[in-house]
């Protein structure tokens, strides 16, 4: 990224400079010939969607011939984030792979970058239907779900209370995971660890961290807490370790290995689980590279995903990339070096 | 002593050539030459006629309620809940849509909502004479805190056919002009007009420069700044209007943000934050270059953290450099 933009900032005083050749320079040629791909994430400065990018440049060395352009707006609201499709739509870049701030309000976007010939996917948080090919999840969301309500019955040998600190209310993905996790949550053997709240740290690490010293004040017989966000689930372990709740509150959800090492090693975070952001970088890349290249990515049909091998698409046009992958004691610090 | 009032008022604008070159609107259109000069040297994507035409829909919904803000700052008042107003007016055209409510209807209640935000606002500041910036930052809160309760974690995503036709389609077809933005020129032709051509514009410069001096001669003061304010809260219901239609999609964080651009575009565009002085032109300018360059700039994938900080240093370049200017013309006269 810091590359990119000193490249930019290159181009923007070559730019001041050329003010007086303008006109002459009116007729600039179309780009290179090689394709580009734009990855639109939610929001920059965040490790994990940087991670993707990785997997996403890692695809693209891999084949050749393809230029990543990664980029976000600098707040995660859906008018914002339209507005940057919207310039990726006028430089006529190839294909866009998105993780939508508001799955409805891209759709129209996302049918205009298709009406004019751009190959549009989602990956992470999906666009609605109508406004994508495809869209591909890390895992599927039964799975995610159910796999973070088991971690949580281990860890408490189901019994105690439990909260979820979630990122934004207005997010695709925390939801559609809640509600897997509340299904899951109907099975008999969790009926001594009942769900208490259901809080939102917006994904700000100042806001979560308030929202688990809430919770851990408002249920004084809390023992678990399930984060399915990344900055939710190190802010809530920090409120863990800061607040002496160590032993009697334990953290769990989606986290990243090198942020969540050491509250695994402090003992506030038994286990929890992420699929590898490089590897979702890399497979989303895969199929566009393979979509631009001609595969077909309509309902029922397979698209291949490099060294991640290959996936199906069902009827609402969504594919899985695989199971989430569990840390903990055994193998954070292993998997802390890579992200 | 060069103590000298604040504001000259003339009869008329100053006519001879080095006062038309050292006024802002000037320098202002050099500027966006410049940022227009720029941009098509740093990508062949800008001068596109319908990459333009898209490029005024991230602008235009903020534009119309900037008109308004120009008034309301030239009075010496500020409004900081328009954004707020904007997700409730968005809310109450959701609930209306939900209802089962028919495009007249949704494209009336979008304004009526923010009128009545915007005549509370000024009820607080006129009638309770509390200060316009300490009232709107109340109610900026109680808006989209209103709009936060009934929503929830829920967004409001149906809309009918005919609204969003006219968010996502073009209201003339060649030049490609979206709807947002042929009413946006619509309405700057408007107050250009009476700010500048009409008794009525030359009693808000009054007021801004000395109210107390305003209420003696005769001018209503209150009144119009009342006014001022339900002008405001109705542009940014209509904002809602085009957004809503827009974007098809109606949350809490929706426009999140969007008073500060506001703010932005009508302080660039020479509107004094003390009051007083300021015309439509140079808004319209000043939206002009700020949506541009943003656009420019994300043309060539400039991250929109580096292009807020680049407008912010713009903003604060071209607001110090005239002053700095003209201390160092005293300071040689001297």
């Known amino acids: 990224m810091t590359k990119t933009t000193r490249r930019q900032t290159l181009q923007l005083f070559t730019a001041g400079a050329f ?69 990726l739509i006028a430089q006529k870049v190839d294909g866009i792979i998105v993780s939508a701030n508001d799955a409805d309000a891209l ?17 992470d948080s999906a666009i ?27 860890t408490l040998g189901g019994k105690g209370e439990v909260a979820i600190l979630s990122a934004a209310s207005t997010m695709t993905n925390q939801n559609s995971w809640i509600e897997a996790m509340k299904e899951e949550w109907k099975k008999p053997e969790y009926k001594d660890m009942p769900l208490v709240a259901t809080v939102y740290g917006d994904d700000q690490d100042d806001k979560s961290y308030r929202e688990m010293q809430g919770l851990a004040k408002a249920y004084p017989n809390l023992k678990g807490v399930i984060s399915p966000t990344t900055i939710g689930i190190r802010s809530g372990a920090k409120a863990i370790i800061d607040g002496g709740l160590v032993g009697k509150v334990f953290i769990t959800g989606l986290g990243l290995p090198s942020e969540m090492k050491d ?3 402090k003992g506030a975070c038994d286990s929890f689980a992420i699929w590898n952001p490089v590897d979702y970088g890399y497979s989303s890349t ?27 698409i069902g009827d609402d046009g969504q594919a899985a990339m695989g199971d989430p992958f569990t840390f903990d004691k055994s193998n954070v610090e292993e998997f802390a070096k890579i992200f | 002593m060069n103590k000298v009032p604040r504001q000259d008022v003339a009869d008329a604008a100053p006519r001879s050539l080095s006062d038309r070159l050292l006024r802002w609107e000037s320098i202002l259109v050099v500027m966006l030459v410049a940022v227009i000069v720029g941009n098509t040297a740093i990508s062949p994507y800008f001068l596109d006629i319908y990459n333009l035409s898209d490029a005024t829909y991230n602008f235009s919904e903020k534009a119309i309620v900037a008109l308004a803000m120009a008034l309301l700052i030239l009075v010496r008042d500020i409004d900081l809940s328009v954004a707020a107003i904007i997700a409730l007016a968005s809310l109450a055209i959701g609930l ?48 989209r805190g209103l709009a936060q309760v009934v929503l929830g974690d829920k967004a409001i995503t ?23 933005f042929v009413i946006f020129l619509g309405l700057a032709a408007i107050f250009a007009v009476v700010l500048h051509k009409t008794a009525f514009g030359r009693k808000l410069y009054a007021i801004g420069n000395n109210p107390v001096a305003a209420r003696f001669s005769g001018i209503p003061v209150e009144r119009i700044r009342f006014m001022l304010f339900v002008l405001t809260g109705t542009l940014a219901g209509l904002a809602a209007v085009l957004l809503t239609a827009r974007i098809g999609s109606t949350r809490p964080n929706i426009a999140l943000g969007w008073e500060l651009e506001i703010i932005t575009a009508v302080i660039l565009g020479g509107v004094s934050i003390a009051g007083g002085s300021g015309t439509i032109p140079g808004v319209v300018l000043a939206v002009f270059i700020l949506g541009l360059a943003t656009f420019g700039l994300s043309l060539v994938n400039v991250p929109g953290i580096v292009i807020s900080v680049l407008l912010g240093l713009l903003l604060i370049f071209s607001i110090a450099m005239p002053i700095v200017v003209r201390r160092l013309m005293k300071s040689r006269a001297t």
């Not at chain 1, 895969?286 to 199906?312: C, P, W, Y």
């Not at chain 2, 009638?127 to 300490?134: C, D, F, G, Q, W």
Request: proline share 5%; hydrophobic share 50%.
């Open chain 1, 107 to 123: 759709v129209p976007v996302g049918k205009k970058a298709m009406e004019r010939g751009i190959k549009v996917i989602s990956f």
């Open chain 1, 19 to 87: 003010l007086g050749l303008a006109p002459g320079m009116l007729s600039t040629p179309a780009r290179a010939e090689g394709k580009r791909i734009a990855m639109v994430v939610k929001n920059l400065g965040n490790s994990y969607f940087d991670a993707c990018a990785k997997g996403a440049t890692e695809a693209a060395t891999e084949v050749g011939g393809f230029e990543i352009i990664y980029t976000a707006s600098t707040k995660a609201t859906a008018e914002e984030q339209i507005a940057v499709i919207d310039a």
């Open chain 2, 96 to 143: 209306a849509a939900q209802a089962g409510a028919g495009l007249p209807v949704l494209l009336l209640i979008g304004p009526l909502v923010g009128a009545a935000c915007g005549a509370f606002n000024g009820f607080l500041v006129t009638r309770i004479a509390l200060p316009a910036i300490v009232v709107t930052i109340g109610t900026m809160s109680l808006y």
């Open chain 1, 128 to 154: 609605g239907q109508e406004g994508r090919i495809m869209h591909l999840n890390a895992s599927s969301t039964p799975l995610i779900g159910a796999k973070q309500v088991q971690m949580i019955a281990k």
């Open chain 2, 158 to 180: 149906q809309y009918p056919k005919d609204l969003a036709a006219i968010g996502q389609s073009y209201l003339i077809k060649w030049p490609p002009l979206p709807y947002s």
């Open chain 1, 286 to 312: 895969q199929i566009m590279i393979n979509i631009l290249n001609g595969a077909e990515a309509g309902a029922g049909s397979v698209v291949k995903m490099g060294r991640m091998g290959e996936t199906k």
């Open chain 1, 263 to 265: 509250a695994v090693l």
